[in-house]
């Protein structure tokens, strides 16, 4: 089992940055790939970026793509998304996910971690 705990998130202004973090515990030598996926109010949960946790290769929705960065810290097994130019469409709870292989669905799914962001 993998545990994922989110944090850093919050209320700011359009224009504001953002850093979320994700601590993993448990068999985190399982882990494959570490994603953020964010749900807005009223809209279905989408994908927002991944990383692969041992080659560092990184993908992003094409709404996050040059504001948003994600990066890992493998000795602390933590995972983190740096969001810059926050507009108010980012308005979601954001969770951070893991999966185990290269194909198949997110397996383990942090709470979630609201950010607001006012115009």
């Known amino acids: 089992q993998v545990q994922l705990v989110e944090s850093g998130g919050g209320l700011v202004q359009a224009g504001d940055s953002l850093r979320l973090s994700c601590a993993a515990s448990?068999?985190?030598?399982?882990?494959?790939?570490m994603g953020w996926l964010r749900q807005a109010p009223g809209k279905e949960r989408e994908f927002v970026a991944s990383?692969?946790?041992?080659?560092?290769?990184?993908s992003y929705s094409d709404s996050v793509k040059g504001r948003f960065t994600i990066s890992r810290d493998n000795a602390k097994n933590t995972v983190y998304l740096e969001m810059n130019s926050l507009k108010p469409e980012d308005t979601a709870v954001f969770y951070c996910?893991?999966?185990?292989?290269?194909?198949?669905?997110?397996?383990?799914w942090g709470q979630g971690t609201q950010v607001t962001v006012s115009s």
């Open positions: 996910a893991a999966k185990e292989g290269i194909i198949g669905p997110y397996k383990y």
């Open positions: 448990g068999r985190t030598s399982t882990i494959y790939e």
């Open positions: 990383i692969f946790w041992s080659r560092g290769r990184t």
